[in-house]
């Protein structure tokens, strides 16, 4: 089985932050056509995650209209999608307004294949404010789908553990805008499951950890200029993950990608 993830695509304005134009956003939507292409015409994947920040926020009317231009690129993938929602998402679209787009009726779900069990989390921060969790009802459910003998592999948008962000461009000194308020909880879930493997995006870095055994993987984003410039290149980075019985194969593409042999 494999799959693919792509994430924080930020289809919108381009503008600077600390005075570097970080997000190559005028040439999200090229990157990501070209992504499908080669998605289609050579990886093959049973299915492809957009792990969220498919826009950059500018306000509402702009937002739906990239919102809307992410998903007509995507859809053109020759296998199912399946989006989170991330942080730029919420700060003008409401979560009604998400699940009627997307035609979901919850913005977390799971999906069973062979043997194994995909779980999809909507880490949630709703604007103004700064907190990011899982909701109760949401860990309530989370905690019957653990009960399963399938290997499960998580994903999310936010980190579900806590991050060190030393020498993180956009995080180095926000640490708590990074992974859910609830993570104790979360983890204390999933002790002694059979989680093999948690994907986030959001820092716009690689990076993995481990914590009690499970593998957290932090994957770069589709258009970080990651050369030092003003301006530069997208790093046109997406992961790409194959699974057998016995290990996970992973491998992000781009400048600085990253890759794994993971036992699960």
Known sequence: ?????????????????????????????????????KMNGSFMPDFVVQGGDMIEDTNLVVDKINYKRGLAILSKLNCPVYHLVGNHELKHLSIKYLKETLKYKKLYFDVDSKNFRFIFLFTKRVYPSKEIRLDSSQLKWFKKKM?????????????LVKVNTHGNFWFNER?????????RQFLDTIVGKNVKLVFNGHLHWNKK??????????????????SGKVEGPAANAFTLVNLDDDFAYIKTTGKG????????
């Open 1 to 37: 089985m494999k799959f693919a993830i792509i994430n924080d695509i930020h289809i919108g304005n381009y503008r600077p932050y600390k005075g570097i134009y970080r997000k190559v956003t005028p040439h999200a939507q090229k990157l990501l056509r070209n992504f499908v292409q």
């Open 147 to 159: 009960n399963t003998d399938k290997k499960i592999v998580i994903f999310s948008h936010y980190s």
């Open 175 to 183: 640490p708590d805008l990074t992974f859910i308020k609830n993570h």
């Open 209 to 226: 950890a481990v914590v009690n055994g499970v593998h957290f993987i932090t994957v770069q984003s589709l258009v970080e200029n990651t």
């Open 257 to 264: 990608g990253k890759n794994y042999k993971i036992k699960i």
